[in-house]
């Protein structure tokens, strides 16, 4: 596999490799719903190497024991670094900062909701973090999986840091030939040597991209040459931590064999993990792209993606659909989940079509830009894109531009509409926070909130996160690690090397209060959206005729009619935003400028139309079966 | 679809075009078809038509789906 372009100073008989077992674990708390994506990739690029690669999902053991729910409660807690902290005493011994359990006082009002009712939730908590972990980690540190394995590969993405720390320090304790080698998001920039300065269980960390640096660096292992100089790794070499900058990254994404899951679909299985319907249900973890093509020009303020893997790379859309087909025979399963950070322009064009064409029934998830057309909406739903995260954030124009999002707000509701409309699941959040913005951004945008409650709404609305990597982590003055890091790593961990999330600190905030219609509204959409009647906001319309109705608000329904230029103009703002100009042009100067104006403002006013600025969207959805 | 899909959708035989209401040309909207545009004369004031579009009342939901809309008085 050509994978490794740079001259490789470890010269290997690749029969030596075979003498090198290794072993690729993800601990808690990676999701357990489906396969890890980086052990089902690495671990196919090192046999391609002709490495024997055993893949461990070691999170799926401490689920079974912990109970399925109260994990998936943990996992996704990522406000605070409660799943961090439960392991932290069995990763740092004596060092830990917390034994005896502050944490949950000093934040209770966030955790209290936290275990499964089966008891206190501080006492589930704590019997988690005393018997649960040490046994869990125990019975995995004595696995004969460990037997004769020269490399402990570790791949750690949010709070995974502290169970593999504690799994690699037992398995160097016990097997101190054993090698241990860290990667993932968590190793990323400063954060990956920093970590190998500070915990002693980290061997060796991969910086960036492992495709090419991780068999590289087990040559050098085979090969007995020192690991200092390899692009993309840190060692300790005297005392110092080494790190060579990684080498560029990867750009033919097409060399990247097909992720395999097999050892998942039978850990699982075994564990009584899988989905009563059978492996079926399970999403299939794919990476048709990485990087950001809209980043790489425009990088969102908040966001966390590194310089370095913002380059946009992606799979060919023949790759792409072979993949598809490979997988789905591969595990008996149509559900796919896109680790892309955004969509590949192209395949709208180049695969989705074609997708669309040979009538598979894939249910397929990806994160892609908000501003989509109408037709583009279709495309996506036709190829059985029945999810998508388009990054919304906002539902401010002059907020969306803070924040770089290159997206109006008019855009963000087009895209709600025409995903309602087609039936594409659309998952995202509101954000505040942004310096820059006015009390007045969020009075106006709580007041569109609920004219749009026949729209999928938002699963919440929140201050925006301080994430390394992101600008807005360059504007913040302090810096300050998240709160919650003390707690969980000694003192001798430097936080502002190894942190990925920091305290909200951005000069010219506004008082919290600012936000409180915002949210108020978010919550009345959710209640709307999942009352026993969906609510909705219906048109027919035929060449000056138009009827509305709206069925959005309980005991306020009625029905609209329009006719004549009216009727039309309504109908000539549907399918996209536009400009009164173009909506004049549209209806052959049958009305004033005066006139559309006046009647883009009595529309507003009703709700049945939003106003951003210069242009006009009508919020109601066409009648009938899709289009 | 829209228009110009349809348009879009001929498979190198010339086809004959129909615009409905003058849609795919972007002419005013009804002119086409020489509809009137019913009770509301062309030039009531804009807030005239708002003022009189409204009839409340909760359609019957299975009404919906089909191509007219049932008002039962409130
Ligand atoms: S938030 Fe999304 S669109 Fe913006 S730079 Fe990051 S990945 Fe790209």
Redesign the interface.
Known sequence: MPLAPLPNPARVDPADRAGWPVVLVSMPFMDIDWPSIQLGLLGEILRGHGFPVRTLHANLDFAARIGADYYRQLAGRQARLIAEWLFSVEAFGPEAPDPDGRLLDDFATELADLGDDSRDWRARLLETRRVEVPAYLDRLAADPVWDGVKVAGFTSTFQQNAASFALARRLKRDRPELITVFGGANFDGEMGPEWVRAVESVDLAVVGEADTAFPRLLDRLVAGVPPTGEPGVACRLDGEVVTTPPAPPLRQLDDLPAPDYAEYFERAGRLGLLPRTGPGAVPIPFESSRGCWWGEKHHCTFCGLNGSTMMFRAKSPQRMADEFVTQARRYHSFRFHGVDNIVDMGYLKDLFPVLAAEGVTYQIFYEVKANLTR?QVRTLAQAGITQIQPGIESLSSRVLRLMRKGSRAAQNINLLRWAAYYGVEVGWNLLYGFPGETEQDYAQQAAVLPHLVHLQPPTGAGRVWIERFSPLFGQSPSRTPEATYRYVYPDTVDLGKAAYFFEYDLPGALPPDAYTALVKETAAWSDAWSAA?RP?L?Y?S????V?I?D?RHPG?????????????LY??CS?RPITAAAVH???????TPA?IR??LD?FAG?GLMVLDESLALSLALP???P? | ??MSDTTKRTTGRRSTVVL????AA????????G?T????P?DAS??E??RS???????Q?ES??I???V?TEP
């Open positions: 037709a009647r909705t219906t027919w035929s060449p000056g005729l009827q109705y069925g306020a329904e009625g029905t609209y009619t329009f006719e004549g230029p009216l009727a039309d109908a000539a399918d042009d549209r209806l052959g100067g049958s009305l006139q006046e009647a009595e009703r009648a009938g079966p289009r | 679809m829209t409905l209401g003058g849609l972007g002419a005013v909207l009804g002119a086409a078809l509809v545009t019913g009770d509301a062309r804009v807030q038509q708002f579009a409204f009839t409340p009342g909760a359609a939901t919906l789906p191509n007219r809309i008002v």
